[in-house]
T-cell receptor
């Protein structure tokens, strides 16, 4: 049973560019959440997708957008990259939105903005 | 606004010691609390999940407790090993269904 998979594992971009990160949820999961983890900090919630719609959003600017596909996979897009966007981006999946479900995380995409 | 604090920020112990990691949160209205392990530059591995109605969970050498009324959780690691060296993160799921993380405790177990 494949867990949460993310691609690419590492990415280097320059300021002003745009980036797309991808996530495939654990088999049987329909909800995908994205988190940003700066060095030495805990992950920060970006947004959550369920039934192909953004259901919740954290305190991130509109430069951060996403999408969920009918097969439940998801993309995170970041436009007009800033140096401060350098971080580990984590995808998490769960079965439903009841509130009590366990989240499973992928290995992350390390984004470096130069 | 929910805030999660983990103490200590870093811990170094000799192999074989039993140790306790602490996590505190400001809003007791949570659905559950989850402890994770993170190796450098890697993703998160879930260790234990405690639902709000539960007091503790155990897995192998790990035991996590939850006291909602005081806003505290502890992760107890018995007979620590060098392979336990990692960052341990505590996260609470609040009424908005998102996880709110602490900054973690970096653990080093010396051989």
């Amino acid at each position: 049973d494949a867990g949460v998979t993310q691609s690419p594992t590492h990415l280097i971009k320059t300021r002003g560019q745009q980036v797309t990160l991808r996530c495939s949820p654990k088999s049987g999961h329909d909800t995908v959440s994205w988190y940003q983890q700066a060095l030495g900090q805990g992950p920060q919630f970006i947004f959550q997708y369920y039934e192909e719609e953004e259901r919740q959003r954290g305190n991130f600017p509109d430069r951060f957008s996403g999408h969920q596909f009918p097969n439940y996979s998801s993309e995170l897009n970041v436009n007009a990259l800033l140096l401060g966007d350098s971080a580990l981006y984590l995808c998490a999946s769960s079965d439903g939105q009841g509130g009590k479900e366990k989240l499973f995380f992928g290995s992350g995409t390390q984004l470096s903005v130069l | 606004k929910q805030e999660v604090t983990q103490i200590p920020a870093a811990l170094s112990v000799p192999e074989g010691e039993n140790l306790v990691l602490n996590c505190s949160f400001t809003d007791s209205a949570i659905y559950n609390l989850q402890w994770f392990r993170q190796d450098p530059g890697k993703g998160l591995t879930s260790l234990l999940l405690i639902q709000s109605s539960q007091r503790e969970q155990t897995s192998g050498r790990l035991n996590a407790s939850l006291d909602k009324s005081s806003g505290r959780s502890t992760l107890y690691i018995a007979a620590s090993q060098p392979g336990d060296s990692a960052t341990y993160l505590c996260a609470v799921k609040n009424s908005s269904y998102k996880l709110i993380f602490g900054s973690g405790t970096r653990l080093l177990v010396r051989p």
